[in-house]
């Protein structure tokens, strides 16, 4: 059970569409949020907000086998919508999590009929706020159009990053009204096979499933910031995908998300883990010099690069916490880098900069730093633009990828 005194470090209250959540964990519509037992378990876990299982005109059927562990970190699965019939949502489910005293998204799919026939349910029920879930932008914006104009509870949209730009759709979701944006969704259509069985793992109805966990928190990062980047006063804003640790839910806070989405974390761990990631990120926040999440929010954002930066690394080693694994010398492509303990040798004429060896040190005795750039390596950069203004007015679109 999830003990408020037991936060020693920085502060992980969050507002979010106008209430009070005790950390800035939302479990996302998935199965820890089947029915009222999980939401209520989750809420006492310590996170903020529980979104429900996306309800719909019918209760889901689900194939035998649904769900897979791609591997510690990732999930996939083909799992539909919630299983459970509406009405038992309007008339148990919601209005025990909400007495219990969890804060409780009301998701609702797929389609502007069904908004239309579920949200004033969802509103009735006793949900703080809605939840639209949708395949595409087009059915997504006029069940939000309907939505605003029904209910009063705060209404938000969750985004797909499979969509080819799921930032502009988040513009569009808020200059409809939106009072808050969940991206994003699972990633796929993807595909895993038994090699034992000679057969996809997921027993879809055509053998393709959807991914979460760790993999997808990159695409996430991107479109997220993508939002907090570009739309002038967005809100609300709760990035999903990949959240497996404290740290992961802290870059989402300093690229400005006002709270973190989580689902195959919970699954995977347990919410046992989860508690235990309040703590975490309280710690790990006064340990990078925050005393509140609002200190840590977009921090990140005016550190982004304007321009590439063509120079040289410079690196830092401490013996004293080198464990001779030689991952360093390991990951190098190039065979710059020898671990020659207690020396560490890099050959300066055969080192590209990536960075790599220093990334995977796994106690951080390697560690890198930019360094200023030389008048030979401003030659480069000047040669390395010269290149890219050739290709752009050859083709222009090239550039983008
Ligand atoms: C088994 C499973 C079922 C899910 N079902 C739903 C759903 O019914 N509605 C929905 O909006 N998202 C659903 N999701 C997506 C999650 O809410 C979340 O957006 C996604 O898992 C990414 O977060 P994660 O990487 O932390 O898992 C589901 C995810 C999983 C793993």
Redesign the pocket.
Known sequence: MFDKEKVKGASIGVKFCGYDLQSPFIV????LTYGSEGMIRAYQAGVGAV?T??IRLGAAINPAHH?AKINNEA?L?C????DSDRFQWYEKEIPEAVKAGAIVIG?V?HTPMEAQAIVEDVEKAGAHIIEL?SYTEDTLLPMLDYAKAHVNIPVIC?LSGNWPDAAATAKKCYEHGADGICA???IGPTLMIDVEKRAPVMMSNDGYG?M??AP??PISMRINSQITRNIPGYKNLYG????MKADDAIEYLMIGCNAV?????G?LKGLDYVEKMCYQLSDRLAQLGFSSIQEAMGVALPNFPSTENITDMGFHYEPGKCTKCGRCETVCCYNARKVEFPEMKLDRTLCRSCGLCADVCPTHALTSFVEEQSAENAKRAAASKEFDALVKEQSPKLLEH
Do not use: F, L, Q, Y
């Not at 799992?79 to 919630?82: F, L, Q, T």
């Not at 999903?240 to 959240?243: D, E, H, I, L, P």
């Not at 989405?261 to 974390?265: A, K, L, Q, T």
């Open positions: 996302g519509s998935g199965p979104v299982k996306t769900m999930i699965n799992e539909k919508w919630a998701s799919g879930v969750k994003i969704d699972s959807w979460t966990g997808i928190k999903t995908g990949g959240v989405g989580i689902c195959s974390v699954i």
